[in-house]
């Protein structure tokens, strides 16, 4: 998972260079901690001009807070909700009131919209409220409807033998048939950017297997029709990834973030909860953000408690090069993904810390993307780097594992016996070297 870049034409492709080689500089800026308050103000005014609230998108305003490094939707506190009336007053003391309060009965968490206090100043009492001792049996579980992020930065490409200046990578045409890899097993891909219903449906085979959102496909071009949105492509690319490495796994999308690649904790909860009730035995998640302060999420925390046991949930480490965990990856129940370049070494941008579980090649990656109307051409494939997508690599290959009748745990325990050294990288967990399936 990719940070967000600054605003300049980073977006933009660049189809002049071999599609082998990545602009350093622009990777670095995409994967910068600290997302730029000139973007936020971008992205709003780009839902401003939005005819029709996107479900996928925040309720609300975005907000930086914590020195920069956590985004946060504006006046909303997330909480168990038999700590509403503790939480309520313990902020009315800070001098904040609240609004209106958001039951989830499903889990027992609730969303409570307050005003009379700065983003920043909130932030400061529910960092105090979370680490009052005076509760020690119970102490308040405490955070925010948190703001989630994911890659934007691609190039993309065509497959060998069509005409083009991006014609430079060979990347195999049609879907392999009848190969039994994740044959019987569900993936669930929780992201966004998928392809807009008005695009001509690929005909290459690889999306055969795959259900659309049930909200209906976005799309893409909601700001400007001659332009893709920032994260246009990035689920179609993940999805692309599982259905290379199982291509007879069935995948399920779900749009947790819209077009620009931003959504909302709250959000996220529903997927994962939607997905789990769909029958996933795999859920992939390739966004996520930033718990700098380890102030955890009560949503996202309940919702994946509520995943059973024989659910595996893969999520993406993150890229800003950082230990500070990135959620839902470090959450217990989850299996989270780092990133690894050709030679199978960790790359520097990398997130990191003992909480990774595996790395996965990261860059380059090769997969299905959505059609640009700067370039309509037919089944659309795209070059792209972060651990977003190493983590589809690793979910489709414990697909493969759950199809030849692995459990969930003896299909991670195959992953780490196959391993390169004889034990797990402190830092970035054990080291896969996975079969590049295009």
């Known amino acids: 998972m990719a940070q967000l870049p600054p605003p300049d034409d980073a977006i933009v492709p660049d189809r002049a260079k071999d599609?082998?080689?990545?602009?350093?500089?622009?990777?670095?800026a995409a994967r910068s901690p600290r997302l730029s308050r000139e973007?936020?103000?971008?992205?709003?005014?780009?839902?401003?001009?939005?005819?029709?609230?996107?479900?996928?998108?925040?309720?609300?305003?975005?907000?930086?807070?914590?020195?920069g490094s956590r985004l946060i939707v504006r006046g909303q506190v997330a909480t168990v909700t038999r700590q509403v009336e503790r939480v309520i007053a313990g902020l009315r003391d800070h001098g904040w009131s609240v609004d209106d309060v958001l039951h989830d009965e499903r889990i027992g968490v609730s969303l409570l919209a307050g005003s009379g206090l700065s983003a920043e100043d909130l932030y400061a009492a529910v960092l105090r409220l979370s680490r009052d001792l005076n509760e020690p049996l119970d102490p308040l579980?405490?955070?925010?409807?948190?703001?989630?992020?994911?890659?934007?930065?691609?190039?993309?490409?065509?497959?060998?033998?069509?005409?083009?200046?991006?014609?430079?990578?060979?990347?195999?045409?049609?879907r392999p048939r009848g190969t039994g890899r994740g044959a019987g097993v569900t993936v669930a891909v929780i992201d966004g950017g998928f392809e807009a219903a008005s695009a001509p449906p690929r005909t290459d085979g690889?999306?055969?297997n795959v259900t659309a959102p049930s909200d209906g496909l976005p799309s893409l071009n909601q700001a400007d029709p001659e332009r893709l949105d920032p994260g246009a492509g990035h689920g179609s690319f993940v999805t692309g990834i599982i259905a290379s490495v199982a291509p007879d796994a069935k995948i399920r999308q779900y749009r947790a973030v819209d077009s620009w690649g931003f959504g909302s904790a709250w959000r996220l909860k529903d997927m994962i909860l939607e997905a789990v009730a769909d029958g996933a035995q795999i859920i992939n998640i390739s966004l996520g953000f930033d718990d700098p302060d380890l102030l955890g999420s009560p949503?996202?925390?309940?919702?994946?408690?509520?995943?059973?046991?024989?659910?595996?949930?893969?999520?993406?480490?993150?890229?800003a090069g950082t230990s500070v965990p990135m959620l839902p990856a470090a959450h217990k129940v989850a299996v989270a993904i780092g990133g690894l370049n050709e030679d199978q070494i960790p790359v520097a941008w990398s997130n990191h810390g003992p909480w990774v579980d595996f790395s996965a090649l990261a860059i380059p990656v090769i997969s299905t993307y959505v059609v640009?109307?700067?370039?309509?051409?037919?089944?659309?494939?795209?070059?792209?780097?972060?651990?977003?997508?190493?983590?589809?690599?690793?979910?489709?290959?414990?697909?493969?594992?759950?199809?030849?009748?692995?459990?969930?745990?003896?299909?991670?325990?195959?992953?780490?016996?196959?391993?390169a050294g004889d034990h797990p990288d402190p830092n970035f967990g054990f080291l896969l070297k996975l079969p590049d399936q295009f």
Request: glycine share 8%; proline share 7%; aromatic share 8%.
């Open 19 to 28: 599609a082998r080689e990545f602009d350093e500089a622009r990777l670095a």
């Open 299 to 319: 949503a996202i925390s309940a919702a994946l408690h509520q995943v059973p046991a024989e659910v595996l949930v893969v999520a993406a480490a993150g890229n």
């Open 372 to 419: 640009d109307p700067l370039d309509p051409q037919p089944n659309p494939f795209g070059l792209w780097a972060g651990t977003s997508f190493a983590a589809p690599k690793v979910a489709g290959e414990l697909a493969v594992l759950l199809g030849e009748g692995a459990t969930p745990s003896a299909a991670l325990e195959r992953l780490r016996a196959s391993a």
């Open 39 to 67: 973007l936020l103000r971008r992205y709003e005014e780009f839902r401003g001009a939005q005819e029709e609230v996107d479900e996928a998108s925040p309720r609300g305003r975005i907000e930086l807070v914590g020195q």
């Open 141 to 174: 579980a405490i955070g925010f409807d948190d703001v989630t992020y994911e890659a934007i930065v691609f190039k993309p490409v065509k497959p060998q033998g069509s005409t083009g200046e991006a014609d430079r990578v060979a990347v195999t045409s049609e």
């Open 206 to 208: 690889w999306f055969d």
